[in-house]
Structure formats: structure tokens, C-alpha cells
């Protein structure tokens, strides 16, 4: 199975700030016959279910602020608050779906200073 | 609109046998992979099952292969996980989830339900 590893396990950021979070797979995510990364990040507030940001390591869902940025390949990826709001309050989570089973990260936590 | 509803959560002994229904609507079903994934309260996610749009393809975790079955009815827009011999450690909230992919693989998940709560404790 292909491990991810999230870091931070929680950050926080003052209002306004930068927030980055780190995602690390124990194998390579990138398919060599579409040249995409197959990486996806998820944002979970309080009782409620995940929702999709980004996809193919760098596309924003529709509807996504621009303040939300994916980067990254191969095995090393990073989520990017560009400037912190205070609705951003919640846990990310990053998957692949390179190969089943489909594993998420263990979750990084964002809040406050 | 899109809709993902699950149900057939509750209460059940160790053991014990639960069957998890995911109702869809608002999209074309037979065109989607469907996913389960699950949250132990507190905890992070861990995906757990998909099924291919005409049903031909599974895939599990390896926690849960050999006890869950995941199976789909596209004239009832529906998908199913059958979860036997269930243990303290699947008490969780089950989420369905569609994937955002059309073709043919399955991805992301666009649109999530709101998860069923599984407790199994004696």
C-alpha cells in the first residue's frame, strides 16, 4: 500500500498569514502515460464530511477561493493557504488515488495564532 | 442537485453482521465509481472500499477484505457494503462519496453523504 505522511500534524497561523502543509508518499503518485499526479486534498470542519479543493496535485474545484494552491509531484506535495481566513479552521487531509487502496494522510490540523 | 445519502448504521455486537445502503440522485449513477470511506470519531480518514460504475471492479482495504462486500444497483442508484464479522475497530462513521473521474478510473471524491455511525460494542 502507498503510504502518506502529512506534516505539520497541526499549524497554527495568524490571520492573514501563509499556511503550508507538507504530504509525502512512500511511492511515486505521477503517472507516466498522462503526466499527472494523482493527489488529491480534502478540507474537514467539525461535523461535517470532507470537501474536495484540490485534485491532480494543482486543480482547484470549482468554487474553491484562489487562496487554495496544490504543488508538488512525484512523491513531495504541499497545500497552500496564501492568507489565512478564519473559515479556513478545519483539517486537510491528503489522498492518492494513483493505486487502491486509495490512502489518505493522517490529517493536518490548522488554527489561529 | 447532487445527493449522496447513507443509512443502516446503528448498534451492533461484535461479530454481528450490518448492511450499509448509499442512495444517489441529482447525477448520472452508472456513469461513477462509488467509494466508501470511514472515520473513526476523532480520528482521520481511512478509505475503505470503491466499486467501478458497471460494478466489475472492487477494491478493499486490506483490514476489511474478506469481511465487507461492496456491491451497487444502478437501477436503484444505489450502493451497497455488506460488513460481516465486525469488530470493535470498525466503529466509525461511514461515509459514501462519489469520484469526480469520467473516465473509466476512479479519483477524487467530489460529492460526499453526511456518514451513518457504526458502533460495535458488546
Known amino acids: 500500500d502507498i503510504v502518506m505522511t502529512q506534516s505539520p500534524d497541526s499549524l497554527a497561523v495568524s490571520l492573514g498569514e501563509r499556511a503550508t502543509i507538507n504530504c509525502k508518499s512512500s511511492q511515486s503518485v505521477l503517472d507516466s502515460s498522462n503526466k499527472r499526479n494523482h493527489l488529491v486534498w480534502y478540507q474537514q470542519k467539525p461535523g461535517q464530511p470532507p470537501k474536495l479543493l484540490i485534485y491532480?496535485?494543482?486543480t482547484r474545484e470549482s468554487g474553491v477561493p484562489d487562496r487554495f494552491s496544490g504543488s508538488g509531484s512525484g512523491t513531495d506535495f504541499a497545500l497552500t493557504i496564501s492568507s489565512l481566513q478564519a473559515e479556513d479552521v478545519a483539517v486537510y487531509y491528503c489522498?492518492?488515488?494513483?493505486?487502491?487502496?486509495?490512502?489518505f494522510g493522517g490529517g493536518t490540523k490548522v488554527e489561529i495564532k | 442537485e447532487v445527493l449522496v445519502v447513507e443509512s443502516g448504521g446503528g448498534l451492533v455486537q461484535p461479530g454481528g453482521s450490518l448492511r450499509l445502503s448509499c442512495e444517489a440522485s441529482g447525477f448520472t449513477f452508472g456513469s461513477c465509481w462509488m467509494t466508501w470511506v470511514r472515520q473513526t470519531p476523532g480520528k482521520g480518514l481511512e478509505w475503505v472500499a470503491n466499486?467501478?460504475?458497471?460494478?466489475?471492479?472492487?477494491n478493499y482495504v486490506g483490514s476489511v477484505r474478506g469481511r465487507f462486500t461492496i456491491s451497487r444497483d444502478n437501477a436503484k442508484n444505489s450502493v451497497y457494503l455488506q460488513m460481516n464479522s465486525l469488530r470493535v475497530e470498525d466503529t466509525a462513521v461511514y461515509y459514501c462519496?462519489?469520484?469526480?473521474?469520467?473516465?473509466?478510473?476512479?479519483?477524487?471524491?467530489?460529492?460526499w453523504g453526511q456518514g451513518t455511525l457504526v458502533t460495535v460494542s458488546s
Open positions: 489522498q492518492q488515488y494513483f493505486r487502491a487502496p486509495l490512502t
Open positions: 466499486i467501478k460504475a458497471d460494478g466489475s471492479i472492487t
Open positions: 491532480w496535485a494543482s
Open positions: 462519496a462519489r469520484s469526480g473521474r469520467r473516465d473509466g478510473y476512479d479519483g477524487w471524491l467530489d460529492r
